[in-house]
C-alpha cells in the first residue's frame, strides 16, 4: 500500500487548508486511516482516524477544527482544517492499517507541511 499526501502550504491564522492523502496498490484492505503531525523538536502526535466502518475520533486539540473524511471511489482520506493556529505548524503525515492476504501492516505517508503565520 502506498500513500501520498498533499495540500500542505501557508496559511495566515483563521484561514482553512485541506490536505488528501491518496492510497494505491492492489489486493489490500485499509482498516483505518489516520492524520498525524510532527512539529520541529516534538513527537509525532496522532491527530484523527477514520475507521472502515466510518467512525472517526480526534484529538482534543483539534476537535471542532479539523474534520477527516474519505471518498471510497477515489481511494483518498481527506483532513479539512479550519480555524488554523501558529501552533498547528507542523509537518503533517497519513498513516493507514491494512489488511494483505490476512497479514495485517501499516503504511506511511510522505509529510506534507503546514505553516500557519500569525
Known amino acids: 500500500v502506498q500513500l501520498q499526501a498533499s495540500g500542505g502550504g501557508s496559511v495566515q491564522a483563521g484561514g482553512s487548508l485541506r490536505l488528501s492523502c491518496a492510497t494505491s496498490?492492489?489486493?489490500?484492505?485499509?482498516?483505518?486511516t489516520s492524520w498525524y503531525r510532527q512539529a520541529p523538536g516534538k513527537e509525532r502526535d496522532l491527530l484523527a482516524t477514520?475507521?472502515?466502518?466510518?467512525?472517526?475520533t480526534y484529538a482534543d486539540s483539534v476537535k471542532g477544527r479539523f474534520t477527516i473524511s474519505r471518498d471510497n471511489v477515489a481511494n483518498t482520506v481527506y483532513l479539512q482544517m479550519d480555524s488554523l493556529k501558529p501552533e498547528d505548524t507542523a509537518v503533517y503525515y497519513c498513516?493507514?492499517?491494512?489488511?494483505?492476504?490476512?497479514?495485517?501492516?501499516?503504511?506511511w505517508g510522505q509529510g506534507t507541511l503546514v505553516t500557519v503565520s500569525s
Open positions: 498513516h493507514a492499517n491494512y489488511r494483505y492476504n490476512f497479514i495485517r501492516s501499516f503504511s
Open positions: 496498490g492492489r489486493d489490500f484492505v485499509i482498516t483505518a
Open positions: 477514520i475507521t472502515s466502518a466510518g467512525t472517526t
